[in-house]
């Protein structure tokens, strides 16, 4: 049992799991907006359940599927799989569980939320292989994540409206520049091993203009979701709020400096997303 429990941790912590709080904050607030307030608690745990497990399965699979790329790189060499501190199989079992768990809740959400749930799962094994052939690997991991939102706009309220695609559009374009910012630090060995990147391919000057693109048209799609669904002064402060920390984290970068990655990456996109759903939260609830 102690042996099951290490691995357990183990794989927690190869999948990144509290990197969770990136996207859930996003999925709750497609939640707040779909219900004009607090989502129900049975949509809220299932909302939760369903986000975990897609994003358990996505960072599983990708680690499993990478795992000889993983052994090649000096950054990536001491990661559990390559490092053999977990094993294919086991990590495989976790992906069919966290697979499962996604698929149910969906179907606990609703006959759309289910039916729509092998697209997601398309997109989440597609982001494992785009390196290999495309430098658009970024784009296709925030459509995974954008997933979030609109998965969660669509089990309150059963439909697939404009402000869900709008939210949508808007973690789509935040995750794709973070990422371009992450893979930075990946630019070489891309090149060498024949890998595919927006680093790869533009450079570090050029992927650092790129990711300003993406999240500078971001902002302006939070914009207009604000004036979609008419909402008030505190969304905008989540706004302004969201604005200044990208463009922090973009200053912290400006130099293509990497010694500050990991606050512009990991701190400032945590701080982002949990201030944007609480923002929402106030805005819709002071109504």
Not at 41 to 65: H, K, S
């Amino acid at each position: 049992m102690k042996g099951l429990f290490t691995k357990i941790i183990i794989f927690l912590e190869m999948i990144k799991f509290s990197h969770t709080v990136f996207a859930l904050p996003f999925a709750l607030t497609g939640a707040l907006l779909a219900a004009g307030g607090f989502p129900s608690f049975r949509q809220t745990i299932w909302i939760v359940l369903a986000m975990v497990g897609a994003r358990t399965a996505a960072m599983a699979m990708n680690r499993l599927i990478d795992a000889e790329i993983d052994a090649r790189n000096p950054r990536t060499a001491v990661r559990a799989i390559p490092a053999g501190l977990i094993g294919k199989g086991l990590t495989l079992f976790f992906i069919v569980a966290a697979t499962a768990l996604m698929l149910f809740a969906a179907k606990m959400l609703g006959p759309l939320c289910l039916k729509l749930s092998p697209i997601a799962l398309f997109f989440l094994l597609l982001y494992s292989y785009c390196k290999r052939f495309t430098a658009l690997a970024h784009v296709v991991l925030g459509i995974c994540l954008a997933a979030a939102p609109i998965g969660a706009w669509i089990a309150v309220r059963g439909t697939i409206d404009a402000p869900a695609l709008v939210l949508g559009s808007v973690v789509l374009l935040w995750v794709a520049g973070f990422d371009i910012l992450y893979a930075l630090q990946d630019l070489e060995f891309d090149r060498s091993a024949g890998l595919h990147s927006i680093p790869a391919l533009l450079g570090v000057h050029g992927s650092l203009w790129a990711a300003r693109l993406f999240h500078l048209i971001m902002i302006g799609l939070l914009f207009i979701l604000f004036n979609l669904m008419h909402l008030g002064m505190l969304f905008l402060i989540g706004i302004l709020a969201a604005t200044g920390m990208l463009l922090y984290e973009h200053w912290l970068l400006k130099d293509g400096n990497l010694e500050k990655l990991d606050a512009a990456f990991f701190n400032m996109n945590g701080y982002i997303s949990v201030a944007i759903m609480l923002f929402t939260a106030a805005d819709v609830i002071s109504k």
